[in-house]
């Protein structure tokens, strides 16, 4: 399935360069960048596949698992659901844009320290989801905390090592900005 997928979008991005495509620029974890599209690849294959930023991950291509979570000018949005034209002139966060000068980011070392993950397919999604409830608030409540990170399935850990990394991290990040 993943190699079908793969042969589809050489396909697309082989067709988006011929027939002319959409041009688009717009700043991925602080970068800019400007890249020929078609209209219809979604967001989450543009960044994989175009722009080769591997830890935003499909799970269902159906807006159910939250996998392809993102942050989309601060906001959490499955990748999968956007469209990679819709981003035009908007700011994105990836996982890959969390981690500073070799150092993670205060939620990837909470979830270290707090055995937050197992496999760890959820976790760039869910991080991402983190991220935008705690930079508004950094002392969310157990049921803030299950209420933002409830688009994101996660088959391994039952949640609640989530739960507590993601409470942890708003402890971290009541001294800084990120
Ligand atoms: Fe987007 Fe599952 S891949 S929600
Ligand atoms: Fe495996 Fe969440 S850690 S799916």
New binding site residues.
């Given amino acids: 399935m993943a190699k079908a997928r793969r042969t589809a979008r050489a396909k697309t991005m082989g067709m988006a360069r011929e027939n002319g495509g959409h041009s688009i620029t717009l700043t991925v974890n602080g970068q800019s960048y400007t890249r020929v599209t078609e209209p219809r690849v979604l967001l989450v294959d543009f960044l994989r596949d175009d722009l080769r930023l591997t830890g935003t991950h499909v799970g269902c291509d159906t807006s159910h698992c939250g996998a392809c979570t993102v942050l989309l000018d601060g906001r959490a949005v499955k990748s999968c659901t956007v469209l990679a034209v819709q981003a035009e002139g908007r700011a994105v966060t990836t996982i890959e844009g969390l981690a500073q000068h070799g150092r993670l980011h205060p939620i990837q070392e909470a979830f270290k320290e707090h055995h937050g ?7 760039p999604g ?1 991080v991402l989801a983190a991220l935008e409830l705690l930079r508004a608030d950094h002392a969310p409540t157990e049921e803030r905390i299950r209420t933002a990170i409830s688009g994101n ?5 039952g949640y609640q090592n ?1 739960v507590d990394s993601v409470a942890a991290a708003g402890e971290r990040m009541k001294s800084g900005k990120w």
């Fill in positions: 993950l197992q496999c760890g397919f959820c976790t869910v399935i996660c088959r391994c850990t989530i």
